[in-house]
């Protein structure tokens, strides 16, 4: 079955940075665009970042232009999400995501998103 482990959180001081990564397993990594969404206590979740298959296309919100850069490695099945310059309304858990179907392109919300992994916690504080 498709499994998606996330790894690399952790607690991090105001103007840090962070490298999460996404180890997907049981399918086809490279046919599928993949995506980044975070929760924080009491919000919705919401994306944050989404790259086509190939890397060619991006997506990113708005509160993390600049910041935040998203990349796969189709050699290693895992993608990836840069988070520098980060503040403390970064704070939140974080996720990976996968759509069901190949056909989804660049899915930015949710419910696009069938696979999810377990999510690893950022925390942004003094």
């Known amino acids: 079955q498709v499994q998606l482990v996330e790894s690399g959180g952790g607690l991090v001081q105001p103007g840090g940075s962070l490298r999460l990564s996404c180890a997907v397993s049981?399918?086809?990594?490279?046919?599928?665009?993949m995506g980044w969404f975070r929760q924080a206590p009491g919000k919705e979740r919401d994306v944050v970042a989404v790259?086509?298959?190939?890397?060619?296309?991006?997506y990113y919100a708005d509160s993390v232009k600049g910041r935040f850069t998203i990349s796969s490695d189709n050699a290693k099945n895992t993608v990836y999400l840069q988070m520098n310059s980060l503040k403390p309304e970064d704070t939140a858990i974080y996720f990976c995501?996968?759509?069901?179907?190949?056909?989804?392109?660049?899915?930015?919300?949710?419910?696009?998103?069938?696979?999810w992994g377990q999510g690893t916690q950022v925390t942004v504080s003094p």
């Open positions: 049981g399918r086809t990594f490279s046919n599928y665009d």
């Open positions: 995501a996968a759509p069901f179907s190949f056909a989804v392109v660049l899915p930015k919300r949710s419910d696009e998103f069938h696979y």
């Open positions: 790259i086509s298959r190939r890397g060619s296309s991006t």
